[in-house]
Every structure is written in C-alpha cells, then in structure tokens.
C-alpha cells in the first residue's frame, strides 16, 4: 500500500539550515508536496514538485527529489523561530492524482 | 488567495448527538475532502467529493456521511457521536481532477465528544 514516512523530530538552532527528510512509495506519483502546520492551525502549502524536476527553489525554501530512491527532501535556510512547525509531506494519489497520502509530519524546533 | 473556511474551530457535543461540520470554499474548485488529525496517526482521509452530489469514501469513512449539495459546500456529519470521534477535523478543497492540483486547507475545527 502507499505510505509516506518521516522522522517525527528535528531540532535546529536559529540561524542554521533545516533539512526534513521523507520517503515515499508510489513510483508514479506525479508531484509531491511540502506543507507547513503552526499550533491549533490547518495545513499550509508551502511548495510542491513535478516528479520529473529534481530540484525546485523558492526563497528560503529548497526541495530535493530523487525519485530513483523516492527520498524527497525540504531544506530551510537561516532558520527562524517563526519556522518552528510541523512538517508534512504528501503524494498525490488516484486515478487524476486528486488524492493525497500524508507523512506522519516532522515536528520542527528551532532554538534560540 | 483560496479560502477554505470551517464553520466552528472548537465544538463540544455529547455522545449519540448528531454532528454537523461545515465547511466552505470560495475558489470555484471541484474537489472537496475531509481529513480527521490525530496525534500519531497523521491525516487520514474520511470522505471526498469530487462534483456537486457526488461522495467517495476515504480510508475512514465508517461512522460519518458527507453531504455537498452546492459546489463551494462540504458538510460531515457524525450521525451518532462517540467518544473515539473526538479529533481535530481539516477540511481541504482543490481546483480540479487534473492531476498535481494541491489541496488548499481551512483551519480545522477541534470537536470534543462527552
């Protein structure tokens, strides 16, 4: 079946860059997607990939894909407190790729 | 900028009540979802819709129905709470079956069940 996977913790000190790992199964899925989480919030997008890119960048924000190792990677730089959040990543799934399948969120914390 | 937005951001029902959670867009978009977020287990989806008075179930689907009557509209319905229902609810909302359309979310809605 699909799944997702992250690790559920990272901690960074302000200042650093962050990187937010995840893993996904469905060789065919056609983009892939980082959303952010702040407390007692919904989710919101922070950016997504066509899986025939392996690189997309967008200020701060820097995404990796390898799609041979189906790793999928999101990299802050010069973190901020304002970034302490939950992370999730999702794949598109279904026959329009109209549903996702979610990770289970990295829980990001930035120290000062 | 897409707007989805949920009816209540904090509800309190008793058991064997029957819930309503509504939730709202004004993009136009074809598709609507309702995921349920819970500590440990991630998002997981309950019931889709992907046209005015149609309904797909999710992964979940099993004590809750749906309702879209209007297109920018999305209802879930407990039809008899219980106490395992209590959750933080997300509505979503994208443009359309094409596919890497990204889902567009409200701000949750956190039920408690007594």
């Known amino acids: 079946g699909e799944d997702v996977e992250q690790s559920l913790f990272l901690s960074v000190r302000e200042g650093d860059s962050s990187v937010i790992n995840c893993t996904y199964t469905d060789s065919s899925s056609t983009y892939l997607y980082w959303y952010k989480q702040e407390p007692g919030a919904g989710l919101q997008l922070l950016t997504y990939i066509f899986s025939n890119m392996d690189m997309k960048q967008d200020q701060r924000l820097t995404v990796l894909l390898n799609k041979k190792d189906k790793h999928l990677s999101l990299r802050i730089a010069d973190t901020q407190t304002g970034d302490s959040a939950i992370y999730f990543c999702a794949e598109s799934m279904g026959n329009y790729g109209q549903n996702f399948v979610f990770g289970p969120g990295t829980r990001l914390s930035v120290l000062p | 900028d897409v707007k989805v937005t949920q009816s209540s951001r904090y509800l309190v029902k008793r058991t064997g009540e029957k819930v309503f959670l509504e939730c709202v867009q004004d993009?136009?978009?074809?598709?609507m979802f309702w995921y349920r977020q819970d500590p440990g287990l991630g998002l997981r989806l309950i019931y889709f819709s992907y046209d005015v008075k149609m309904k797909e179930k999710g992964d979940i689907p099993e004590g809750y129905s749906v309702s879209r009557e209007k297109k920018e509209r999305f209802s879930l319905i407990l039809e008899s709470a219980s106490t395992n229902q209590t959750s933080m609810y997300l509505c979503a909302s994208s443009l359309d079956r094409i596919a890497g359309q990204p889902q567009h979310f409200g701000d949750g809605t956190r039920l408690s069940i007594l």
């Open positions: 993009m136009d978009h074809e598709n």
